[in-house]
C-alpha cells in the first residue's frame, strides 16, 4: 500500500543546532513532495514542495529538503533551528497526480531556547 | 489567515449522536477536503470534493458523510458517534484551476469530543 513515514516522532534541539527529519514513502510513480508545518495552535501550512527539476527545493524561514528518487526520501533540513521553530512537521506525497495527498505520521520539534 | 473557515471550532457531544462540520473554501477554490487527525492515527484523508461532486474517497467510515454544495462550502456529517470518533476534522482547499498539484490551504480545525 502506497504510504508515508516519518520515523522521528519526537524531536528535541537546542537552539542555533542543526535539523534534519526523515521522510520517506513507498511508491515507484511520479511524485509530488511536500512539507507542512503546524505550528501551536494554529492550522496547517506549506513549507516548501517539490514538484520536479532540482531535486533541492528551499522553503519559507531558512527551510530546505531534498528530493532523493533512488531512496524514496525527502528529508527536511535547517542548518541552525531557531525556538519559533517549536512546531509538528508532516510530511506529505501526491502520488501521480491522485487526488489523495497522503500525510506522514508528524514529527513533533521542541527548540530549547 | 489561510482564507479557509470552519465551523464550529469546538463540538462536545455524546455517543450515539449526529454532528455536522461546516467548512468555506477559500474564495475561487473548487476543491475541499476534508482530513482527521487524532494522535494514534495520524492526519488521514477523508474525501475530496471538486466543484460539487465527489473526488477522491480515502479512509471515511460508512457513518460519515459529506457534500459540497453548489455555493462550494462542504459539510461534513459524522453519524452514531463513537469514542474513536473524537479528533481534529480539517478541511482545506486548493487552487481555483482544479487541478492537483498537492498544495492545500488548510482550516484551523474543528475539535471534536465524543463522551
Known amino acids: 500500500a502506497q504510504s508515508v513515514s516519518q520515523h522521528n516522532h519526537h524531536v528535541i534541539l537546542s537552539e542555533a543546532a542543526s535539523l534534519e527529519l526523515g521522510c520517506n514513502y513507498s511508491y515507484g510513480g511520479t511524485v509530488n513532495l511536500f512539507w507542512y508545518v503546524q505550528y501551536p495552535g494554529q492550522h496547517l501550512q506549506l513549507l516548501l514542495k517539490?514538484?520536479?527539476?532540482?531535486?533541492l527545493v528551499k522553503g519559507i524561514k531558512g527551510f530546505e529538503a531534498e528530493f532523493i528518487k533512488s531512496k524514496f526520501s525527502f528529508n527536511l533540513r535547517k542548518p541552525s533551528v531557531q525556538w519559533s521553530d517549536t512546531a509538528e512537521y508532516f510530511c506529505a506525497v501526491l502520488m501521480d497526480s491522485s487526488y489523495k495527498l497522503i500525510f506522514g505520521s508528524g514529527t513533533r520539534l521542541l527548540v530549547r531556547p | 489567515d489561510s482564507g479557509v473557515t470552519q465551523t464550529p471550532k469546538h463540538l462536545i457531544t455524546a455517543t450515539g449522536q449526529r454532528v455536522t462540520l461546516r467548512c468555506s473554501p477559500r474564495?475561487?477554490?473548487?476543491?475541499v477536503y476534508w482530513y482527521q487527525q487524532s494522535l494514534d492515527q495520524g492526519l488521514q484523508f477523508l474525501i475530496q470534493y471538486y466543484n460539487g461532486e465527489e473526488r477522491a474517497k480515502g479512509n471515511i467510515l460508512e457513518r460519515f458523510s459529506a457534500q459540497q454544495f453548489p455555493d462550494l462550502h462542504s459539510e461534513l456529517n459524522l453519524s452514531s458517534l463513537e469514542l474513536g470518533d473524537s479528533a481534529l476534522y480539517f478541511c482545506a482547499s486548493s487552487n481555483p484551476q482544479g487541478t492537483n498539484t498537492g498544495e492545500l490551504f488548510f482550516g484551523e480545525g474543528s475539535r471534536l469530543t465524543v463522551l
Open positions: 517539490y514538484f520536479s527539476g532540482d531535486p
Open positions: 474564495s475561487g477554490d473548487l476543491s
